[in-house]
């Protein structure tokens, strides 16, 4: 049984940091297994905001958070990381961590297979 489980979420205020995680287990990577972190806002739809290739160390990031935030993923602990720097009132939702292989577009969240909980950010101005 696949299980992804987020943590790492909290409120701050603007300017400051925070990092997610998400613990993986059950999954099978192959070669073109893609991890997604994304957001959502109560009314909206989940957007992407960061994804890392598994198979080729490759990353890729929503224009609003290049620059401020990064992934990563720790092979040995199957934990996909999300380090957010410089945080913003508009960075605030709840994040969760997605599991895809191949998808056509890494930023939607239709072509993701498993899904965490979610863990909810807060930056307050």
């Known amino acids: 049984q696949v299980q992804l489980v987020e943590s790492g979420g909290g409120s701050v205020q603007a300017g400051g940091s925070l990092r997610l995680s998400c613990v993986v287990s059950g999954y099978t990577y192959t070669s073109g297994s893609c991890m997604g972190w994304f957001r959502q806002v109560p009314g909206k739809e989940r957007e992407g905001v960061a994804a890392f290739w598994t198979g080729g160390d490759k990353s890729d990031y929503a224009d609003s958070v290049k620059g401020r935030f990064t992934v990563s993923h720790d092979n040995a602990k199957n934990t996909l990381y999300l380090q957010m720097n410089s945080l913003k009132p508009e960075d605030t939702g709840m994040y969760y961590c997605?599991?895809?292989?191949?998808?056509?577009?890494?930023?939607?969240?239709?072509?993701?297979?498993?899904w965490g909980q979610g863990t909810q950010v807060t930056v307050s101005s």
């Open positions: 997605g599991a895809a292989r191949w998808p056509s577009s890494w930023s939607s969240p239709k072509n993701y297979n498993y």
